[in-house]
């Protein structure tokens, strides 16, 4: 398997399945790191406070079980640092590691999940595992391919964020459209911080929010899963992050973005409204702010980014998240190893929808490119030099 560690300069390396040692129990792994996930973050500047606590908190934005409309897995995802940082709690310089046990593994689910391990899920992983991996491929609850690999991934923007916050970049995620539901918009970056996680949808409409959780409810009780949208603003970016080729802004947080499972599409400002506007009107006018001296733009069509490099407006992005493969209602599959038609209902554990749980992780993905970003473009002005006065324009 390739593609664990992401990013250039700031790098997350994460490993570790959704039950991963777990149901191992001949091997002699601690019960208390069975099902652990790893996370080793690299790049990360000395001198910067780094408290377990700082983790967690971004952790318990992810972890199931806290309400209605999460799966009922209690894993309590209590992350552990150990190493890279001092007893000052300050960082030396060194590679970050975390690891995030799962104490929430129990026997019946695993056998559920054996009662079905040749059965493809639709909508889930196991085809493309199937053929990369063949009969070795991590059967229980999606190995690689689980929600609860993403507890990594925002054990790193943890890391991200402790550095970010110095810069005053600030990174928030919310939902704004469930099951055809929408929040009234756009919504604001001051409203998006006022209602932040005011609810358990995470929607800063709080009318829209109480229709979006009872309609989930109901695709819950009926054995269902929804789908919707998860807003992304990334405030106070400097202009000049992003490369102009390969390495645009865009194409590196469609990267990190689009690696999140159930991530269908993304749009940057106007998005696919950019195909029915004309260029008077889809073209964001400059002026100079009188109170910065800087350059502004009128509107932000382009969502902070011109030419693949941020212009210094907000980064705005919305993501689609498909809903939850996994549902119990019966639907036509595969039997891999008999190769035969099958009807599967799968009984194992999952969430109604995957918007009280995925913000954070997009949060993460968001913060770990522009640390990286402000890296290179950080790197790139020490040693090329570039003239005060465009800095500052
Ligand atoms: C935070 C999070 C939690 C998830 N929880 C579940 C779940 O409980 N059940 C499930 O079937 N899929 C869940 N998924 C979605 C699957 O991981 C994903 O749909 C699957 O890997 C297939 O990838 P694709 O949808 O990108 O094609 C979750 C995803 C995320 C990001």
């Not at 195909?275 to 009188?290: C, F, I, Q």
């Not at 599967?344 to 997009?362: A, G, Q």
Request: hydrophobic letters at 35%; one cysteine or more.
């Amino acid at each position: 398997m390739f593609g664990n560690t992401f990013g250039r300069l700031f790098r997350i390396t994460t490993c570790g399945e959704s039950y991963a040692g777990g149901f191992r129990k001949d091997l002699p792994i601690p019960e208390q790191l069975y099902g652990g996930l790893l996370a080793i973050i690299d790049g990360v500047p000395a001198g910067i406070k780094l408290t377990a606590d700082m983790v967690q908190h971004e952790l318990d934005k992810r972890k199931p079980g806290q309400t209605p409309l999460d799966s009922p897995r209690l894993e309590k995802d209590k992350v552990f640092i150990f190493s890279g940082v001092m007893e000052d709690q300050m960082t030396t310089g060194a590679p970050v590691g975390v690891v995030i046990p799962n104490n929430d593994i129990q026997d019946i689910h695993i056998e559920q999940y054996g009662s079905y391990k040749d059965e493809m899920r639709p909508g889930h992983a196991e085809y493309g595992f199937f053929k990369k991996y063949g009969e070795y491929a991590d059967w229980v609850g999606a190995g690689r391919a689980s929600g609860r690999e993403t507890a990594s991934r925002v054990a790193g923007g943890a890391v991200a964020k402790a550095i970010l916050d110095k810069k005053g970049i600030d990174v928030i995620a919310y939902t704004i459209e469930s099951n055809g539901i929408k929040a009234k918009g756009p919504v604001s970056y001051k409203t998006a911080k006022e209602n932040y996680r005011k609810n358990a949808i995470n929607c800063p409409d709080l009318d829209a929010a109480v229709k979006m959780e009872e309609d989930i409810m109901h695709i819950k009780e009926i054995g269902d899963t929804a789908a919707g949208v998860v807003e992304l603003i990334i405030k106070n970016v400097p202009s000049g992050l992003g490369e102009p080729v390969f390495d645009k802004i865009s194409a590196m947080l469609a990267h990190g973005l689009c690696s999140i499972g159930a991530i269908k599409g993304i749009e940057f400002g106007s998005g696919f409204a950019h195909a029915s506007m004309l260029g008077s009107e889809s073209n964001d006018e400059a002026y100079v702010d009188k109170e910065s001296g800087r350059v502004r733009f009128k509107t932000n069509h382009s969502g902070g980014i011109l030419g693949g490099i941020s212009n210094g407006e907000e980064i705005r992005i919305k993501c689609v998240v498909k809903a939850t493969p996994t549902i119990s209602t019966p639907q036509e599959t595969v039997n891999v190893t008999e190769m035969k038609d099958i009807i599967l209902e799968p009984i194992t554990r999952r969430d109604p929808s995957l918007l009280p749980r995925i913000y954070p992780v997009i949060e993460a993905m968001a913060r770990c490119v522009i640390l990286d970003l402000l890296y290179m473009a950080e790197g790139y002005w020490k040693v090329e030099g570039i003239d005060k006065k465009w800095l500052d324009i």
